[in-house]
């Protein structure tokens, strides 16, 4: 409550001395209070599509793949609704900007009807195929029974797209915290950056910064702060199954040895 107010009253500063009357003023407040809404539906969106991607791992480990197909289409319903929440935040951010709205109920309707029709008519690749979401979602299914192959394209050749733009290749996932240097432990992942620290090791290192830092990951510029980040429990369970092979492997090897 206390940080949708705090938005409200600073876009309302700002509104007052650019000279907008009484009801522009209102019209702002009650803007921002729905942008601060949609970010929290966002969020739940991000929750719920790790959980997505949880459930489909652990049918893929036991053959289930029409269970899998099932989740894939449950995945997919929630990236529409992401994209319809993506649209609703540009459009109240558009309406929330400088300048002259005559009609903005009949703006956000215009928009929103545009955007709509157009999105209706794209076919699978061109909803799905550039969604980093989805992608990192058929990524970690992959690799349950294909670690380290370059998994096929997502998509039939006679969708849109290029194959070679829809083909993942293996990757080498970074299982260590970049703060402490150590194996990843109850890890967050930034919605800003996509890095992943041990939970323990970024709250301490922002309350160090005061509530806010330049994202620790190597490289990174963004600007983080603690409600930038998610439990990401997927990369918890393929950190803890990343430790059980190297485990297995060092075992065998002082079998070998033994022998």
């Known amino acids: 409550m206390s940080q949708r107010f705090g938005r409200s009253q600073a876009d309302r500063g700002e509104a007052g001395s650019s000279g907008l009357d009484g009801a522009q003023i209102q019209l702002h407040g009650r803007l921002n209070s729905i942008l601060n809404d949609v970010d929290g539906v966002k969020d739940a969106i991000t929750l719920a599509i790790n959980a997505c991607t949880m459930t489909a791992l652990d ?9 899998v197909s099932e989740v894939d289409q449950s995945l997919r319903q929630l990236l529409d609704a992401q994209h319809q ?16 709205h005559k009609d903005p109920e009949a703006e956000y309707i215009k928009g929103w009807e545009e955007d709509t029709k157009k999105y209706a008519t794209l076919n699978e690749a061109e909803k799905y195929g550039s969604s980093e979401d989805y992608r990192k979602f058929r990524q970690n299914i992959w690799e349950v029974k294909h670690d ?17 733009e829809l083909t993942i ?7 260590k915290c ?29 309350r160090a910064k005061h509530g806010e830092c330049t994202c620790p990951g190597g490289g990174c510029s963004r600007r983080l702060k603690m409600s930038d980040l998610y ?24 079998y070998t040895v033994v022998q």
Request: proline share 5%.
């Open 59 to 67: 049918l893929e480990e036991f053959g289930e793949t029409t269970s």
């Open 231 to 254: 439990p990401d429990k997927v990369l918890e369970r393929k950190t803890a199954l990343h430790l059980r092979k190297l485990e297995a492997e060092e075992s065998s090897a002082r």
């Open 85 to 100: 929440l993506e649209l609703e935040q540009q459009l109240l951010t558009k309406l929330c900007s400088g300048g002259e």
């Open 169 to 175: 290749a293996g990757a080498k996932s970074t299982f």
């Open 148 to 164: 380290g192959q370059t998994m096929p394209p997502l998509f039939g050749a006679g969708d849109e797209g290029s194959d070679e």
């Open 178 to 206: 970049p703060i402490t240097t150590s194996w990843l432990v109850d890890p967050v992942t930034s919605k800003i950056c996509n890095h992943s620290f041990s939970k323990q090791a970024i709250t301490d290192y922002l």
